[in-house]
């Protein structure tokens, strides 16, 4: 059980250091932003990649942050319905979303993700919806390391509350 306590916290840990870290992308997202309507609408000079670097960071920032909004349990929940319930049924209800729709679904988008990513990297494929036309492998590895933390921590968060229906303690 000690093993099991721990690599969870590994699995925490990373979760909130690719996730502070992926906050930070915000910051330079803005700057391409500025620096675009300043070029575009100041001096007449838009830019060809201003468009491009923006939805790249912008998806490396939120795929990459998904876990750890998991992991605050930031993400959207009907809580209406589910605050109506008592810890224990907050509990099954969690474990039934997680083993039939959360886990398997998280697993299938970092699936799908790692097998885009490698087909980008693979064929060096680049954006079509700009001249500058950049390669799309890194925003598409960005994808798939986010989707498998984010699975990593839906499994983290099931077990979690298998172990506290189980035992009624958590780790």
């Given at each position: ?9 590994v699995v925490d840990k990373l ?157």
């Amino acid at each position: 059980m000690k093993s099991l306590a721990a690599w969870l916290r590994v699995v925490d840990k990373l979760s909130i250091i690719v996730g502070k870290s992926a906050a930070m992308l915000a910051a330079p997202m803005v700057l391409c932003l500025v620096y675009e309507v300043f070029a575009r609408y100041l001096f007449n000079a838009p830019t060809v990649w201003s468009y491009d670097i923006t939805y790249m960071i912008y998806g490396a920032h939120y795929l990459l942050g998904a876990a750890f909004t998991y992991y605050l349990r930031g993400h959207i929940r009907i809580d209406v319905f589910y605050n109506m319930f008592s810890p224990r049924g907050r509990n099954v209800v969690d474990v039934i979303g997680n083993v039939f729709i959360i886990v398997p679904v998280t697993l299938v988008l970092a699936i799908s993700a790692h097998s885009m990513a490698d087909d980008a990297w693979i064929s060096q494929e680049v954006s079509q919806y700009s001249p500058w036309a950049p390669v799309l492998w890194p925003v598409k590895w960005a994808m798939a390391l986010g989707f498998a933390l984010l699975f990593l921590q839906c499994v983290v968060d099931c077990l979690r509350s298998i172990i506290l229906l189980v035992k009624g303690e958590e780790l």
